[in-house]
């Protein structure tokens, strides 16, 4: 059983960054692909950034590309979540998951997932 507990939220100014971290708790990430979702109020939970166990195939959704990179140490069981030139939009709760999974954009595909943090952008 892995247990996911995620870090780093916070309120920032539009164009402003933040680190978010997923570690794992009573088990290890080893071998296992983790994601990271946001859902806002309102809308349905979507995929932001993901990446395979092995750290290769970073794989981002198009509203970050460019702006957001994940990026895993296997050692430390954690995954980062870099997210830099903020916007407004990016207002979510994140959440990590991971599991082994065909289809990293697939949130139904993961089997273990965090509690979420919030981000919170102010423009």
């Known amino acids: 059983q892995v247990q996911v507990v995620e870090s780093g939220g916070g309120l920032v100014q539009a164009g402003g960054s933040l680190r978010l971290s997923c570690a794992a708790s009573?088990?290890?990430?080893?071998?296992?692909?983790v994601g990271w979702f946001r859902q806002a109020p309102g809308k349905e939970r979507e995929f932001v950034a993901a990446?395979?166990?092995?750290?290769?195939?970073?794989y981002y959704a198009d509203p970050v590309k460019g702006r957001f990179t994940i990026s895993r140490d296997n050692a430390k069981n954690t995954v980062f979540l870099q997210m830099n030139s903020l916007k407004p939009e990016d207002t979510a709760v994140y959440y990590c998951?991971?599991?082994?999974?065909?289809?990293?954009?697939?949130?139904?595909?993961?089997?273990?997932w965090g509690q979420g943090t919030q981000v919170t952008v102010s423009s």
């Open positions: 990446i395979r166990w092995s750290g290769s195939w970073p």
């Open positions: 998951a991971v599991g082994i999974v065909s289809q990293l954009t697939i949130h139904t595909l993961y089997t273990y």
């Open positions: 009573g088990g290890t990430f080893n071998g296992y692909d």
